[in-house]
């Protein structure tokens, strides 16, 4: 059991180039979110997951796109890579949504991404 | 605006004594709170969590107290060991079912 499992785990990028963030997970979990933490500041959601094929945008969505093909994957795409996307990302999963001790997000160990 | 605080970026306590860790919050419709620890390189684990029906949460060496008047949750750690250095997150939801709001965290260091 693997968990949440994020690549790559550092990626340089020039100013508008794309890529993609690719997480999976094996928990067999309904949701699953994106998150950047910059630094000195806390955890910010990007986009979230509710089952394969649904997706909502969180907090800071500009400059991302994702996809929910499956249960187990929840790919970020940057498009047009900025300065302002250097980060570092973090997905996460859990069983359910809201309060509740079965809502426990599980993370992935971060992607660090700089933008030059 | 933010609507988890943690006002306190750093935190430094001895090895054996207790470690208190705050958070404030702002949002009355939040009735969940979590606490996630991360070393650095690692995603956040969860830690313990407190539902708004209770004021207190024990885990271990690990204690979360609610006042919900206050709107502030702290965070016990007793006895603090060299191995709980680390960035503490607080985080909160609604039962209505909304995402996690992280605060931005409280470094802890604990010396032997």
């Known amino acids: 059991n693997a968990g949440v499992t994020q690549t790559p785990k550092f990626r340089i990028l020039k100013i508008g180039q794309s890529m993609t963030l690719q997480c999976t997970q094996d928990?067999?979990?309904?949701?699953m979110y994106w998150y950047r933490q910059d630094p000195g500041m806390g955890l910010k959601l990007i986009y979230y997951?509710?089952?394969?094929?649904?997706?909502d945008k969180g907090e800071v969505p500009n400059g991302y796109n994702v996809s929910r093909s499956t249960t187990e994957d929840f790919p970020l795409r940057l498009e047009l890579a900025a300065p302002s996307q250097t980060s570092v990302y973090f997905c996460?999963?859990?069983?359910?949504f809201g309060g509740g001790s079965y809502n426990e997000q599980f993370f992935g160990p971060g992607t660090r991404l700089t933008v030059l | 605006d933010q609507q988890v605080k943690q006002n306190s970026p750093s935190l430094s306590v001895q090895e054996g004594r207790i470690s208190i860790l705050n958070c404030d919050y702002t949002?009355?419709?939040?009735?969940?709170f979590l606490w996630y620890k991360k070393y650095p390189a690692e995603g956040p684990t969860f830690l313990i969590s407190?539902?708004?029906?209770?004021d207190k949460n024990e885990d271990g060496r690990f204690t979360v107290f609610l006042n919900k008047s206050a709107k502030h949750l702290s965070l016990h750690i007793v006895p603090s060991q060299p191995g709980d250095s680390a960035v503490y997150f607080c985080?909160?939801?609604?039962?209505?079912?909304?995402?996690?709001?992280f605060g931005k965290g409280t470094t802890l260091s604990v010396s032997s």
């Open positions: 985080a909160a939801t609604s039962q209505a079912g909304t995402a996690l709001i």
């Open positions: 996460a999963s859990s069983y359910s």
């Open positions: 407190i539902s708004s029906i209770k």
């Open positions: 928990m067999n979990h309904n949701y």
């Open positions: 949002n009355s419709m939040f009735d969940y």
């Open positions: 997951s509710v089952g394969a094929g649904i997706t």
